[in-house]
């Protein structure tokens, strides 16, 4: 399947396991509350199928405590606060984005995050990362009334872009992003290659496409923009 689309007027990326490979500083936070509580590790891909459901989700998958119980709001803000300070010690851009994000700026089309990641986060991790150009559009759910799957954040990042939804791509690797994609009107892009849970099949997610890694996104998008 490929990108059946006219030159973009923007390209729109959701922020964890679809441009930037976040998930150690999960882990690393997780891990070492673990061991404060002498738990033992839990395996890296347990973490990494659960890093797109949140805070909340993380914390009752490390410490067996659901969000209605006693005790799970501090270990959220306990994981929110470590988290903090690991911001961009060890989150890369996944293989071939940065060289993408540099042929979309070539190419003078501009580029944007949103995601359901609070600005207190993402904002010093997009600065962190250094990107080259810099996103014209960041939207976190600081920014919007709903959330995605919501599609408001996505129309106002194609507005900070100054483009138009039905002329702008939106890429992400969870059902919630597909969803608030399409409902905004743009071409959309399932990732396969982010934090899925076992039983997630993007391929039913209703996106116009779907990649399977990094490389093969920037390799559909490079073919759209040249």
């Given at each position: 399947m490929t990108l059946q689309t006219a030159r973009p007027e923007a390209v729109l990326f959701d922020l964890d396991g679809t441009l930037v490979d976040t998930a150690e500083e999960f882990e690393?936070?997780?891990?070492?509350?673990?061991?404060?509580?002498?738990?033992?590790?839990?395996?890296?891909?347990?973490?990494?199928?659960?890093?797109?459901?949140?805070?909340?989700?993380l914390v009752t998958l490390a410490f067996d405590c659901p969000a209605d119980s006693t005790g799970h709001e501090e270990l959220r803000q306990e994981f929110l606060d470590r988290y903090e300070k690991s911001l961009g010690l060890a989150a890369r851009p996944y293989p071939g984005?940065?060289?993408?994000?540099?042929?979309?700026?070539?190419?003078?089309?501009?580029?944007?995050?949103?995601?359901?990641?609070?600005?207190?986060?993402?904002?010093?991790?997009?600065?962190?990362?250094?990107?080259?150009?810099?996103a014209r559009a960041l939207v976190t759910p600081c920014d919007v009334a709903t959330a995605k799957p919501d599609p408001e954040g996505i129309i106002l990042g194609c507005r900070q872009a100054a483009s138009r939804?039905?002329?702008?791509?939106?890429?992400?690797?969870?059902?919630?992003?597909?969803?608030?994609?399409?409902r905004a009107g743009c071409m959309t892009v399932a990732a396969a290659y982010g934090y899925l849970a076992d039983?997630?099949?993007?391929?039913?997610?209703?996106?116009?496409?779907?990649?399977?890694?990094?490389?093969e996104l920037a390799i559909s998008i490079n073919r759209i923009i040249q």
């Open positions: 690393l936070v997780l891990q070492a509350m673990r061991a404060d509580r002498n738990l033992p590790p839990l395996l890296k891909q347990t973490i990494r199928a659960s890093v797109s459901n949140g805070a909340a989700a984005l940065r060289d993408l994000i540099s042929a979309l700026g070539t190419a003078g089309i501009p580029w944007g995050v949103v995601t359901n990641k609070f600005r207190r986060f993402a904002e010093p991790l997009m600065a962190a990362l250094d990107f080259d150009p810099a939804p039905e002329n702008s791509i939106y890429i992400g690797d969870h059902w919630r992003d597909i969803e608030a994609g399409n039983n997630d099949d993007p391929a039913q997610w209703g996106a116009d496409l779907v990649v399977h890694s990094s490389e």
